[in-house]
């Protein structure tokens, strides 16, 4: 196996591209090395997203441009194994074997640990594809090699899963019942990254904050818990967590936001509507006054913390006085970043079936007047920005020779001009442009 490569093209979250990292880790235990690109990889594996319909259909479309190039391969002898791994399998596994029954194997995303068992299976009976989505995620988590340094800012999943049941949402059905990982082996594996250079950790999982992991003592620890255990570690200077549920914002959680200096002033807190009757309809544990005043409580805790958020526009039953509650919460809270859908219609979930589904055109123009004024918050934050001198975290090269990008307390991408040994440090940068995307700046 020594000289087979691999390629893994994520799609969707977070916690995508932390399983992806993971899957890497899996296969370079195996002897595989990462391909610069798909056309060299005898490997290639789709890490997928079933979140929206956009999502699933862009991962058939794609796999069939890899079975050209499966077939081009093919023609120079050379042999492919195709992978798809993530939640289209976990909801869609019967529309992968007729859409697509080239792919070799197809694994949920509780149940990737178990690749080697399936790449040997493949090599031994060639010819037949492989469907494996049951397994519990406690299992997936002690089965994984080690999860490797991703530079300075590490993904660190503790969460998976969720009992939350929005009603629009496939996560409770694609990564199943939610599963805190034990105090300890967080703590060990935080240790772990920090010591290989990350300086930064990010905290991952569906619903966050509803972390309720057991310690030595198989007592139940929430994440407030957990946050104060991490800020200990030396080495360790910065801390976020994503994603986290409104209903479960606590009061031991929001005081972490004022003790907890390396918690980044930065929170990303998804109000999806700021309707009270289309929070209800989504299942929502909020109204958008509890909403409201949790943003309240955490901005007297730290009066720095700055927001983002998801939204979904167009849910059914959605008119415009509901629209324009979205539209009225965004103005109260000021949210410098936010992610914005229209609604999509998932197979299986309630609000799939619901009356009243909005028409496409006015989906549209409501995600057009939502992201227009989400999108000037955003610039005028980041036009507040400069002058201002921050600690910015670089983690790659940038385009043009000689500048890095790195991400500022706010997540803002920055780019600066500065050499190689700045990768993967903290420097203080004074901002000197902004756009709605990025800042440029100069260190100081
Ligand atoms: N349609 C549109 N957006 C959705 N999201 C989740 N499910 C759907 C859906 N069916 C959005 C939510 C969630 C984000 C990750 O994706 O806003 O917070
Ligand atoms: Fe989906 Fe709701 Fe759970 Fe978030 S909280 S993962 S939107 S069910």
Request: glycine share 6%; with cysteine; hydrophobic share 35%.
């Amino acid at each position: 196996m020594s000289n087979k490569k691999y390629y893994i093209k994520t799609f969707g979250c977070q916690m995508n591209v932390y399983d992806s990292n993971r899957i890497a880790g899996i296969l370079q235990n195996l002897g595989y090395t990462e391909a610069s690109n798909a056309k060299s990889a005898d490997l290639i594996i789709f890490n997928t997203c079933h979140i929206r319909e956009k999502a699933a259909e862009k991962v058939f479309s794609d796999l069939g441009r890899i079975y050209l190039l499966k077939q081009e391969r093919a023609e120079q002898g050379l042999d492919t194994i195709i992978g798809v791994v993530g939640c289209v399998v976990q909801a869609e596994d019967e529309q992968i074997a007729k859409r697509a029954p080239f792919v070799d194997f197809a694994t949920g995303p509780l149940t990737y640990h178990r690749l080697p068992e399936i790449l040997a299976k493949i090599a031994r009976k060639k010819g037949q594809s492989i469907i494996d989505t049951e397994f519990p995620a406690e299992a997936k988590f002690d089965f994984l090699p080690e999860n490797k340094s991703q530079g300075g800012c590490s993904f660190l999943a503790i969460q998976e899963g969720c009992d939350n049941f929005c009603t629009y949402c496939v996560v409770p059905y694609t990564r199943g019942v939610e599963y805190s990982r034990p105090v300890d082996e967080v703590i060990k594996e935080a240790r772990r990254l920090v010591k290989s250079g990350s300086c930064e950790l990010n905290l991952l999982g569906q619903n966050v904050n509803s972390y309720h992991g057991e310690d030595g003592n198989g007592k139940e620890r929430n994440l407030a818990y957990l946050l104060r255990q991490l800020a200990e570690i030396d080495g360790l200077e910065r801390i976020r967590y994503t994603t986290s549920y409104p209903a479960d914002v606590d009061d031991d959680l929001i005081s972490c936001h004022h003790d907890i200096k390396k918690l980044m002033p930065y929170l990303h807190l998804p109000v999806q509507s700021g309707s009270d009757k289309i929070l209800k309809a989504m299942n929502r544990r909020h109204t958008s006054g509890d909403y409201l005043k949790i943003i309240e409580k955490l901005k007297k805790a730290n009066p720095d913390l700055r927001m983002s958020s998801d939204f979904i526009v167009g849910f059914p039953g959605e008119e415009d006085k509901d629209f324009q509650a979205t539209l009225n919460i965004v103005k109260e809270v000021g949210y410098i970043q936010a992610f914005s859908f229209k609604y999509s219609r998932r197979a299986g979930t309630p609000a799939a079936l619901m009356p009243n589904q909005v028409e496409e055109k006015i989906k549209k123009e409501r995600l057009n007047i939502l992201q227009d004024m989400l999108f000037s918050y955003q610039l005028n934050f980041n036009k507040e920005c400069v002058g201002k001198i921050m600690p910015v975290l670089f983690e790659s090269k940038g385009r043009h020779k000689g500048q890095l990008i790195g991400r500022t307390p706010y997540m803002q991408n920055l780019h600066a001009e500065l050499s190689n040994d700045c990768l993967n440090k903290i420097i203080n940068v004074q901002v000197t442009e902004a756009t709605t995307n990025s800042l440029s700046g100069k260190a100081v």
